[in-house]
């Protein structure tokens, strides 16, 4: 059993998020101290080593995203201050190196003769959100290079890199997270089991948003936090559904969007889950249509786990003991702070992790519809069973569910096995 190995970041703040490139061996570090931080593991002394740490926006950074090695080396970031920015590492000649994160005019030349090192630059700045950008993450590699976006006016942005310098960068597809409505809406509860649906969405549609909320230039990370866990505990008493209210976000950031992940299959085409507001709310959603439509609807489960294993309320702490604290009550209980999207590995089924401001993770398993070639029976329970799977479409229910119930879980990730599910607090150091 390997034994962890902390990693002294010597950032000046908290650090807001950690991201591994596609091999592994490179790390980026995020702070609310407004830097990037990227390091490279040395194989013969198994030490992280610090290669390039730079100023990246002008207020906390909040995500990282690596791009497929296929792209070049990228790496993207979002921030409160509104922006998403996508770096370059280029190569320059060390006599001509740039301070890190300027604006690529040029790889410096060089000669055959000249030491060449590393630099990253900026190559691309994206400021269509009107509110603090929460999340980001690059499309599969099938799917060329683009990337997605969710900020706190509720909206998803796709982006697609129409240039081979990576500088030029579209907006092409807006989805309004609050108007996506589906026909099937998985409502389980906590005892694991499959899901009933629902004829529709039962929480109305607002208005798309008209303006962002908070996040300007300078807010801190901080400051941002204790907003959105006051929010929380002033509107769960007096409303509900204000996590569907019209204008999510405007004035209140804990009511705009808060995560997305990738479905990494792609055979059902451009397929992603996201979730807004503190409702607890997950959204799959197929960008391969030609208008954006939610294929499915997650509801949180009614009920909470005992450790004795019936429903009630609160949530288990990390001693195994019931947690009935006022932040872990409430809406703000079931807002998720994470969502991971498993390798298809040859699963007949999806899974999808979602990690929540209440300490806990949640695990979906998410069917796909049976295709009509597939039908007749074979595998299963025979053919009859199929065809109900046929008309049911996108279904889904609770595989697991853990959670320590005393602090916030910062970020969920899913590896190729099902087993293993990695999770981590806030305060990653």
Same mark, same amino acid.
């Given at each position: 059993?390997?034994?962890?190995?902390?990693?002294?970041?010597?950032?000046?703040?908290?650090?807001?998020?950690?991201?591994? %490139?596609?091999?592994?061996?490179?790390?980026?570090?995020?702070?609310? %101290?407004?830097?990037?931080?990227? $390091?490279?593991?040395?194989?013969? @002394?198994?030490?992280?080593?610090?290669? %390039?740490? &730079?100023?990246?926006?002008?207020?906390?950074?909040?995500?990282?995203?690596?791009?497929?090695?296929?792209?070049?080396? /990228?790496?993207?970031?979002?921030?409160?201050?509104? !922006?998403?920015?996508? &770096?370059?590492?280029?190569?320059?000649?060390?006599?001509?190196?740039?301070?890190?994160? +300027?604006?690529?005019?040029?790889?410096?030349?060089?000669?055959?003769? #000249?030491?060449?090192?590393?630099?990253?630059?900026?190559?691309?700045?994206?400021?269509?959100?009107?509110?603090?950008?929460?999340?980001?993450?690059?499309?599969?590699?099938?799917?060329?290079?683009?990337?997605?976006?969710?900020?706190?006016?509720?909206?998803?942005?796709?982006?697609?890199?129409?240039?081979?310098?990576?500088?030029? $960068?579209?907006?092409?597809?807006?989805?309004?997270?609050?108007?996506?409505? !589906? !026909?099937?809406?998985?409502?389980?509860?906590?005892?694991?089991?499959?899901?009933?649906?629902? =004829?529709?969405? %039962?929480?109305?549609?607002?208005? +798309?948003?008209?303006?962002? =909320?908070?996040?300007?230039?300078?807010?801190?990370?901080?400051?941002?936090?204790?907003?959105?866990?006051?929010?929380?505990?002033?509107?769960?008493?007096?409303?509900?559904?204000?996590?569907?209210?019209?204008?999510?976000?405007?004035?209140?950031?804990?009511?705009?969007?808060?995560?997305?992940?990738?479905? @990494?299959?792609? &055979? $059902?085409?451009?397929?992603?889950?996201?979730?807004?507001?503190?409702?607890?709310?997950?959204?799959?959603?197929? /960008?391969?249509?030609?208008?954006?439509?939610?294929?499915? #609807?997650?509801?949180?489960?009614?009920?909470?786990?005992?450790?004795?294993?019936?429903?009630? *309320?609160?949530?288990?702490?990390?001693?195994?003991? /019931?947690?009935?604290?006022?932040?872990?009550?409430?809406?703000?209980?079931?807002?998720?702070?994470?969502?991971?999207?498993?390798?298809?590995?040859?699963?007949?089924?999806?899974?999808?992790?979602?990690?929540?401001?209440? *300490?806990?993770?949640?695990?979906? @398993?998410?069917?796909?519809?049976?295709?009509?070639?597939?039908?007749?029976?074979?595998?299963?329970?025979?053919?009859?069973?199929?065809?109900?799977?046929?008309?049911?479409? &996108?279904? +889904?229910?609770?595989?697991?569910? $853990?959670?320590?119930?005393?602090?916030?879980?910062? @970020?969920?990730?899913? *590896?190729?096995?099902?087993?293993?599910?990695?999770?981590?607090?806030?305060?990653?150091?």
């Amino acid at each position: 059993m390997q034994h962890p190995t902390p990693l002294p970041t010597l950032h000046a703040d908290l650090v807001t998020d950690v991201a591994y %490139d596609y091999y592994g061996t490179r790390l980026a570090t995020a702070s609310a %101290d407004q830097r990037i931080k990227v $390091w490279r593991k040395d194989p013969v @002394k198994g030490a992280w080593e610090l290669e %390039d740490e &730079w100023k990246a926006h002008d207020a906390p950074v909040l995500q990282l995203a690596w791009a497929h090695p296929e792209h070049s080396n /990228l790496l993207a970031s979002c921030s409160y201050d509104r !922006s998403v920015r996508i &770096w370059e590492e280029v190569a320059v000649p060390y006599g001509a190196i740039p301070p890190a994160g +300027a604006r690529q005019n040029g790889t410096g030349g060089g000669t055959a003769h #000249v030491k060449l090192g590393k630099r990253w630059i900026e190559c691309g700045l994206l400021m269509d959100a009107r509110g603090s950008v929460r999340n980001l993450e690059f499309a599969p590699n099938a799917f060329g290079l683009k990337l997605a976006t969710i900020s706190t006016d509720s909206y998803v942005r796709i982006y697609t890199c129409l240039s081979p310098t990576l500088s030029d $960068w579209q907006l092409t597809t807006t989805v309004s997270l609050p108007s996506l409505h !589906s !026909s099937h809406v998985a409502k389980p509860t906590f005892s694991v089991g499959h899901s009933s649906a629902a =004829g529709s969405e %039962d929480i109305p549609a607002p208005a +798309a948003s008209s303006g962002g =909320g908070g996040g300007g230039v300078g807010l801190s990370l901080t400051g941002a936090l204790s907003a959105s866990s006051s929010s929380n505990s002033n509107t769960s008493t007096n409303a509900p559904n204000t996590a569907n209210a019209p204008n999510p976000g405007k004035g209140n950031e804990a009511l705009g969007g808060w995560c997305l992940s990738w479905c @990494k299959e792609r &055979w $059902w085409g451009q397929v992603m889950a996201a979730t807004s507001g503190h409702s607890g709310i997950i959204k799959i959603i197929t /960008l391969s249509t030609p208008t954006p439509t939610a294929l499915l #609807v997650l509801q949180p489960p009614t009920t909470r786990p005992t450790p004795g294993g019936a429903s009630g *309320g609160g949530s288990i702490s990390s001693n195994g003991t /019931l947690n009935n604290s006022t932040a872990s009550q409430g809406l703000g209980a079931q807002a998720i702070t994470s969502l991971a999207w498993a390798p298809g590995c040859g699963r007949s089924y999806h899974l999808l992790a979602s990690g929540h401001r209440d *300490g806990g993770v949640r695990v979906w @398993k998410v069917w796909p519809p049976v295709l009509a070639s597939d039908l007749g029976g074979g595998g299963g329970g025979g053919g009859e069973e199929r065809k109900d799977e046929q008309a049911s479409g &996108w279904r +889904a229910e609770v595989a697991a569910e $853990w959670g320590r119930g005393d602090v916030a879980v910062g @970020k969920v990730e899913v *590896g190729d096995d099902p087993r293993g599910i990695i999770d981590g607090n806030e305060r990653t150091d």
